[in-house]
């Protein structure tokens, strides 16, 4: 739902997947490009190379810290998810440093 209201906005829309057969759907919901899960899946570093305006994270832990820190100054994150678990291992620096709500 998100790659398709994003895009239809005029978004740049990265989705990511760990079904690499889903990426012509997401492709065709809107999606500009489409990364593999494991990009994302790993332990975050406090500040990752600024990489997105926002995003939206329905799985939480490792992936939402590295969405955290590769978001750029000023972006916004949506957490509305915990499938890859509970726990966030990822420091303030996003929040301090570059102002991510």
């Not at 989705?15 to 990009?39: F, H, Q």
């Not at 978001?71 to 102002?99: K, N, Q």
Request: charged content about 15%; some cysteine.
């Amino acid at each position: 739902v998100a790659v398709s209201i994003l895009s239809s906005l005029g978004y740049h829309v990265v989705a990511s997947t760990g079904r690499n057969a889903e990426s012509p759907y997401l492709i065709n919901l809107g999606a500009a490009e489409v990364i593999s899960r494991d990009e994302l899946n790993q332990p975050a570093k406090p500040l990752a190379k600024e990489r997105w305006a926002g995003g939206i994270d329905s799985v939480g832990s490792h992936i939402l810290a590295n969405v955290l820190s590769m978001t750029s100054y000023g972006g916004a994150v949506a957490a509305c998810g915990l499938a890859g678990g509970m726990d966030l291992p990822s420091s303030v620096a996003p929040f301090i440093l570059r102002g991510v709500s």
